[in-house]
């Protein structure tokens, strides 16, 4: 079927290609022309604007977007104000999922559709296929099917739980109303950044597990090592993260991409530890704290991100003047 | 090759039946008579203790402990006084690396060779086969790599790494002397706090996006819920983990037995939730305190297990009563 | 100087004593006729509803809510409705900061000020004078000086930190612009949410140090402990409080509630450790997530306050479920 | 009556000033000369060694170290190497109270009794008076009180809670055996640790209320702030710390010290923020692992130390490589 695509970044252009190769008709937009020239030269047919994309498709129509959050919603009420009664608006990015739930009883009464779609599979989708989690109208995600379909992994190896017979077995799912789709994908991101604080934290213990061989100073400031006959370890952790892909309870994508990443450098020299974070943990967040539900590993690796971008270097700058205050204590 | 097996639990008797079926001839012996039953039944050579399962095994032998903690430095140290030079006494179990790095020191000068295995797999092990985390000498680690090949998953489906040519890519890692095994396999469970926790958090989560249809009281010890109409959703969270299998970054064994458990019962009713630690979280959090590593998530996962077997009674008593003895708050 | 007060539960009513007691004249309202008739007996004028009670001042006028947060801004709409330009509207309440920020600007338009005070001294306020900080428009606060003057503690025994003359050192404080007196105290609260956790947990720490008298049972399932030898105190929690009452570090005025609370009923049998929020936790977190800024102690309060009303059971029983289903490990 | 003591940086030099105000003898012994020199000339005398210094004292003598944890436990031995049957050795460092246990255990076939003291008070203690947590046998403990009398602040004007007849309400108590005292001001300092974060948190989001004057990046790396008119106060903190003082909820002595801290420099300028940690908070959290009671508000305060000086660097690439490789995310 026919698609319009707007935003083809890394996430947007790659959804194009997977859906082509499946024969499905893309009409794409980006405010870099070389994004869409791109496309274009591997079939898509290109749009210079928003109403010349809506001109090349047929009604009832289509879009996605797939924009940062940030802009997502201006974007989407300009492309609803030029849509017709009977078109889709789809928003396969990173939004809130408040944002879904206001702009569809915002589309309701001029009859155009809004579907939210959680995507998760990062660069690799286009080779794995993306997990779609979708929230919208049944009628309207019903139509998307052979787009949601083309996306998603389909049958591939890792088999639905036995006795599953519905399209979450294929690696899409329709979750409820508008909303339910970016309120599961938010979601699975607060997951993902806990599961990536336990790998994270855990190897790097391993990687200290050689302390008791250093110097330590002996003095009021410092924590004296009791046991350093058990810190003398020099574990290779790329070895570890491999071993752990084979039969260990951990075993995860994730890990696989670790172990991958730690074998062709060990020391992440490329990488200064500025944890970026996108908006979905902390908004998972907020919903646990709105209904009362305790997320403690879910907010410790949120903070953690917001520490490692010296967001806590005031307090930690309190932290020293009380020490100095109370007790003397000199920063070392 | 001959191995003595001491321990038939639900890890040491699939371990035994795992090494038979690679060929492997496995003597033997635990305090329970039927479980040594079982597995002379199917092959194995029996032992009514520890001096019969020896006097079974040609020298130089090896003998595998499978023991809970508690109890396994002072049944090592009573095989240990029966072994000979050249034998080797391998603990697979659960314990702390401390207690390898001091029994490897003890039982050096006597030759006899401690091996110290982390085993992961559970009770899937027999059929998956086992990620093993081994410490030690190196001739007396070389010695046991048959056993440590049949145990492990060999060349399981997940494939190496791409350029990984040694065991571990087969699920065996040597990973240093003795301690090392029990290291790496306690900063392995460490991590399956965190992981498990970041998957329960986040369900637990999607659960209560139906909060806003909920009655709230109003006064002012109860939080008043702003905006109800973004709490609406009723998420099928087996439909959710299944959809997060195929495609999506949060993808691991664990959520697949997750998508198993939801499908099976999704309310979980046959348990409790009082979650119980073995003693290797705990360890990877003193590690991680020692040598001075942040570990706020891999914490945060072990004390909300001990927060739901109910050990924050008093501290939560305490506070009720702070609250009541400043603000006259009585509690709800 | 002339006061109108409605909400007349805990605090409300002892702000008007404390009022009274300075020649202030109160007219006060309640849904409770018993709580006005009640003031009336100690010198109040009574008013039967929000109209009688601005007949009974005279103009501009000074109205302060003193309500639960849920009805708070419901309440501050009807009274505004019915106020003319110069009134003041004053809500001492624990509000989100931001609906103050929204009725201010709501209200300007109308020529009504809107003043936020965060009130912290609970059933205390009374006797020692309640701790104040206000938001809103300079003259309208100033216009309130005798008031503020007259709730807060004055030049109390405590003493300004010396080279300070304003008013913070009596125990009131113009924060900024209408929102910033309740985003004050709602900081204030989630540091009192830390600083009580921080009290709770070490204290159980201690309770905790008879450990290594008790039995422990030996199996997978429990974590065994290494060194009962350093668990065999019975510490006498309330000395143990006294004692960091007179020149410790730690020294606080919760830790002299503590202390006497302790004194009292060392085992707390009368409550049952449901810790209830009232919000203000909540919204410090929100803010922290917004704003990038780490705040793992406040959050972690906040959560573990949650815990305790068992919101975490699902997944408890999540962490249960999985570790039967890889481990095959019964809940104890 | 006579006191040796051994050690005299900020803690012991004061504590010996404070002992002689009360009257009483004391000899002293430091490695650096210039330390016994300054309070010989205060009218103490000195020592050039651990022998000089006890037999310069009549038996039985008691001496106090007042040393760095790290090297306590090896003067200790030194020093009871030397002494006499009857004889106390007082440890008033910040040691492992679980070397107290050892130690006393040690000492007590030789009739040297030792005594644990728990000192808090840090630079104010001269003025002050230390808050005392003592730990040894009742004969030893009741022997010291003179001394204990004299460092502790006595009847101050904190009062002690009504009905307290004990020393607890002086600032000093015998908590138990050997290890007691060590015990409670590891707590003690563990729940400081606790009480700082939440401050130094709660201050830190206040800081950040002006967010929203802020620009933000609009790119899939950077959260979008949804509301950026509530982020628009620019807080004086010192201020606000200053009106806490008086009347609120959270007031206590560390207030009071950050207080004066920001009003002295509200840029907290001459720090850097790498926060230290001299081992009683990590010991506090070792005993609520091994006993099972849940700390997260303690240990979040730990583990942020940790991660003021960089030590979640690992960690945190480690994150970004994992962005980087499922995600295609360039660090910002």
Redesign the interface.
């Known amino acids: 079927m026919q698609l319009g695509m707007i935003g083809l970044?890394?996430m947007g252009a790659n959804m194009v290609r997977r859906l082509m190769q499946a024969g499905h008709h893309c009409v794409v937009h980006d405010l870099d022309p070389q994004s869409v020239a791109d496309l274009v030269a591997e079939g898509a047919v290109g749009a210079a604007d928003i109403g010349e994309l809506l001109s090349k498709l047929d009604k009832p129509r289509a879009v996605w977007l797939m924009l940062?959050?940030?802009?997502t919603g201006r974007i989407a009420r300009q492309l609803a104000a030029q849509m017709t009664p009977g078109d889709i608006l789809i928003d396969g990015g990173?939004s809130?999922?408040?944002d879904a739930?206001d702009l569809a009883a915002e589309l309701a009464p001029g009859g155009i559709a809004y579907v939210d779609v959680g995507t998760?599979?990062?660069?690799?989708?286009l080779e794995?296929?993306?997990?779609?989690?979708v929230g919208g109208a049944a009628d309207a995600v019903k139509r998307l099917d052979p787009i949601l379909a083309a996306l998603?992994?389909g049958r591939?190896?890792?088999g639905?739980?036995?006795?599953?017979e519905?399209?979450?077995?294929?690696?899409?799912?329709h979750?409820?109303?508008a909303?339910?789709g970016h309120?599961?994908k938010m979601?699975?991101n607060?997951?993902?950044?806990?599961?990536?604080?336990?790998?994270?934290?855990?190897?790097?213990?391993?990687?200290?597990?050689n302390?008791g061989s250093e110097e330590?100073a002996?003095?009021?400031?410092?924590?004296?090592?009791?046991?350093p006959?058990?810190?003398r370890?020099?574990?290779?952790l790329a070895?570890?993260t491999?071993?752990?892909?084979?039969?260990?309870?951990?075993?995860?994508?994730?890990?696989?991409?670790?172990?991958?990443?730690l074998?062709d450098d060990a020391s992440?020299s490329r990488?200064?530890?500025?944890?970026?974070?996108?908006?979905e943990g902390?908004w998972?967040?907020?919903?646990?704290?709105?209904?009362?539900?305790?997320?403690?590993?879910?907010?410790?690796?949120?903070?953690?991100?917001?520490?490692?971008?010296d967001?806590?270097?005031?307090?930690?700058?309190?932290?020293?003047?009380?020490?100095?205050?109370?007790?003397?204590?000199e920063?070392?």
Request: charged share 15%; hydrophobic share 40%.
């Open positions: 970044g890394r940062p959050a940030a802009i990173n809130n999922y408040r739930v998760s599979g990062g660069v690799w989708g794995r296929g993306y997990s779609l989690m998603s992994p591939d190896g890792t639905g739980t036995p006795g599953t519905d399209t979450a077995s294929q690696g899409y799912l979750c409820g109303p909303g339910a309120l599961v979601v699975h607060g997951i993902e950044y806990g599961i990536m604080a336990a790998y994270a934290e855990g190897l790097n213990i391993l990687k200290a597990a302390a330590r002996v003095d009021a400031e410092t924590a004296p090592l009791h046991n006959e058990y810190y370890f020099d574990i290779d070895a570890v491999e071993v752990w892909r084979h039969g260990s309870v951990i075993g995860s994508w994730l890990l696989d991409l670790t172990a991958q990443t074998k992440l990488f200064g530890g500025k944890v970026s974070d996108s908006g902390r998972t967040l907020q919903a646990a704290i709105e209904t009362g539900v305790p997320a403690p590993v879910l907010s410790s690796a949120l903070f953690n991100r917001f520490a490692s971008r967001n806590d270097a005031f307090a930690n700058k309190l932290l020293s003047a009380m020490r100095y205050s109370f007790g003397g204590h920063e070392k």
